[in-house]
């Protein structure tokens, strides 16, 4: 029998974002907690990308400094602030000065839209939460009969964003990835968008990803774009590549508190790099040191012979 060789999907983070974000997309960059993809940021920003409808969870800084480089015209969020510090300052400001559209959700009914879109429903039901308040300013917010009970059911409509931008630790060029750690709404994000730019701390031979199927959270089927980006994740964190700058979120509460602070911050650290090997090599030794993430191994795992 014949083989056939599959062609990569490698390529430069740079190019995944000129080909698959334009001014005006629904953008959703992935990752509770860690694996948030602040590379792809950074890269949209220096490509100078108008327009666009940011969609997270929880924004975190990723969407301060998109929004402080113009980038964005709405945000879709559920929780919003600099995690444990305070706000995220621009986004806050774009919101009460009315030059931001913005969307609030809980996070349930944010991750509930996410597996809507991801399932190709047309809204899914959900129990009442904590949203009673956001139900009465938020309009996708919705009520049904339950045809079984006749009980009133609240309902959201999918989300399904142009881009979804995925970190993992590891991916094959075809866009199997592994993904350990939080578990957060990767899988549903990547389901629900048009197009996935996946950016992985390492590229690895098929045999590996098929070593462990279990960890495959992404699969390649949905993938249009592999990019290899070690570090994209911080000031965020990648386990078991590198821990959380928790010294950098503190520090962005003190740059945001101006636009000079913030648009130094982005000329130095954004416009002025290339690419993310560069800004990780700016960080420094003492940083990679501080940032380093050890070794704990799980135990291994025996799928059988077969």
Same mark, same amino acid.
């Given at each position: 029998m014949?083989h056939t060789t599959?062609?990569?999907?490698?390529?430069?983070?740079?190019?995944a974002?000129?080909?698959?974000?334009?001014?005006g997309?629904?953008l959703?960059?992935?990752?509770?907690?860690?694996?948030?993809?602040?590379?792809a940021?950074?890269?949209i920003?220096r490509?100078?990308?108008?327009d666009l409808v940011l969609?997270r969870?929880?924004?975190?800084?990723i969407? /301060?400094q998109?929004?402080?480089?113009?980038?964005?015209?709405?945000?879709?969020?559920?929780?919003?602030?600099?995690?444990?510090?305070?706000?995220?300052?621009?986004?806050r400001?774009?919101?009460?000065?009315g030059?931001?559209?913005?969307?609030?959700?809980s996070?349930?009914?944010?991750?509930?839209r996410?597996q809507?879109?991801?399932?190709?429903?047309p809204?899914?039901?959900?129990? &009442?939460?904590?949203?009673?308040?956001?139900?009465?300013?938020n309009?996708?917010?919705?009520?049904?009969?339950d045809?079984?009970?006749?009980?009133? #059911?609240?309902?959201?409509?999918?989300?399904?964003p /142009?881009?979804?931008i995925?970190?993992?630790?590891?991916?094959?060029?075809?866009?199997?990835?592994? #993904?350990?750690?939080?578990?957060?709404? &990767?899988?549903l994000?990547a389901f629900?968008?048009?197009?996935?730019i996946?950016t992985?701390e390492e590229?690895?031979?098929e045999?590996?990803?098929?070593s462990?199927?279990?960890?495959?959270?992404?699969?390649?089927l949905v993938?249009?774009?592999?990019?290899? #980006?070690?570090?994209c994740?911080?000031?965020?964190?990648? &386990?078991?590549y590198?821990?959380?700058d928790?010294?950098?979120?503190?520090a962005?509460?003190?740059?945001?508190?101006?636009?000079e602070?913030?648009?130094?911050?982005?000329?130095?650290?954004?416009? /002025?790099l290339?690419?993310?090997q560069a800004?990780?090599?700016?960080?420094?030794?003492?940083?990679?040191q501080?940032l380093h993430a050890?070794?704990?191994l799980?135990a291994? #795992?025996?799928?059988?012979?077969?």
């Amino acid at each position: 029998m014949e083989h056939t060789t599959m062609t990569t999907k490698l390529i430069s983070l740079h190019n995944a974002i000129k080909k698959y974000v334009h001014d005006g997309d629904l953008l959703y960059a992935s990752g509770f907690t860690h694996l948030i993809p602040f590379a792809a940021g950074h890269e949209i920003i220096r490509q100078g990308i108008k327009d666009l409808v940011l969609a997270r969870a929880t924004p975190d800084l990723i969407y /301060d400094q998109m929004v402080a480089a113009g980038c964005a015209r709405k945000v879709i969020f559920s929780y919003i602030g600099n995690p444990g510090v305070g706000s995220l300052r621009m986004v806050r400001a774009g919101i009460e000065k009315g030059e931001l559209e913005w969307e609030e959700y809980s996070h349930f009914s944010m991750i509930s839209r996410l597996q809507a879109g991801a399932s190709g429903l047309p809204f899914m039901p959900m129990k &009442q939460t904590g949203a009673a308040d956001l139900m009465k300013h938020n309009p996708q917010y919705q009520q049904v009969t339950d045809p079984y009970t006749g009980e009133c #059911v609240i309902v959201v409509p999918p989300l399904k964003p /142009d881009v979804a931008i995925v970190h993992v630790q590891r991916s094959d060029a075809q866009g199997n990835a592994h #993904v350990w750690g939080i578990l957060g709404e &990767q899988r549903l994000a990547a389901f629900a968008a048009q197009h996935v730019i996946l950016t992985a701390e390492e590229i690895v031979d098929e045999a590996v990803i098929r070593s462990d199927p279990n960890r495959t959270l992404i699969p390649g089927l949905v993938v249009d774009a592999v990019c290899h #980006v070690p570090y994209c994740a911080h000031p965020s964190y990648t &386990q078991g590549y590198h821990d959380r700058d928790n010294d950098f979120y503190l520090a962005w509460d003190e740059i945001s508190k101006t636009d000079e602070g913030i648009q130094a911050y982005l000329k130095e650290w954004v416009y /002025d790099l290339p690419d993310r090997q560069a800004y990780w090599e700016k960080l420094g030794p003492e940083v990679h040191q501080r940032l380093h993430a050890g070794e704990r191994l799980s135990a291994p #795992v025996n799928y059988g012979e077969y």
